[in-house]
């Protein structure tokens, strides 16, 4: 067991050390930039965010740093049908959760980026049970959401990309797909 943390600190090493060398191929954003994104979420269920992000430093190593929002909206149905037991459920979800990014322009026309967010979600469920007597229950709550964030822009102009993002969030959608942009 040793000798795989031993093997698996000195791949790290190495992969750091080589990342010194690496370099984004174009300058990165400028301080000011303001990206605005607007996308359509899958899995699970189907959802749709807005998030903005604004370059607040463009010196750290390579790439810029960006601080901003996300506001998003999710809706997920969950079925279940066995042995004459029929169950269903249907999840609202709607965060609204401070942002940042961290992100490094590959080419004058690709960005990647990756980052964190957190903040409130409004939760609402309502579950449905069908066996010889129908049975309902709702509730609402309020959580803390969190995200793990990773995403590309890709520019077809200087203001307008199509973006993608695989939003790790406790209650949004995963996949997201759209467009941004910049001003």
């Known amino acids: 067991m040793k000798v795989k943390g031993l093997l698996v600190a000195a791949v790290a090493a190495m992969m750091c050390f080589g990342a010194q060398n690496a370099s984004a191929i174009e300058a990165p954003n400028h301080e000011g930039d303001f990206n605005l994104n607007a996308h359509v979420g899958f899995f699970p269920g189907i959802g749709a965010n807005i998030s903005g992000d604004y370059v607040l430093v463009n010196s750290w190593w390579k790439g810029h740093f960006t601080v901003g929002g996300f506001i998003g909206f999710n809706r997920d149905k ?4 066995n042995f004459g037991y029929d169950y269903e459920q249907v999840f609202s979800n709607f965060s609204i959760m401070a942002r940042s990014t961290y992100g490094l322009n590959i080419t004058d026309k690709f960005e990647v980026h990756a980052g964190a967010a957190t903040g409130p979600c409004f939760r609402s469920w309502k579950y449905e049970w069908h066996d010889n007597t129908s049975q309902y229950d709702d509730d609402k709550e309020t959580v803390l959401d969190w995200a793990g ?3 590309c822009r890709y520019f ?4 307008f990309a199509l973006s993608a993002e695989i939003n790790y969030s406790a209650y949004m ?3 997201n797909l759209g467009m941004s942009f910049k001003f």
């Open 78 to 81: 969950d079925e279940f049908h």
């Open 149 to 151: 964030i990773a995403g």
């Open 156 to 159: 077809l102009s200087d203001n």
């Open 173 to 175: 959608s995963y996949i």
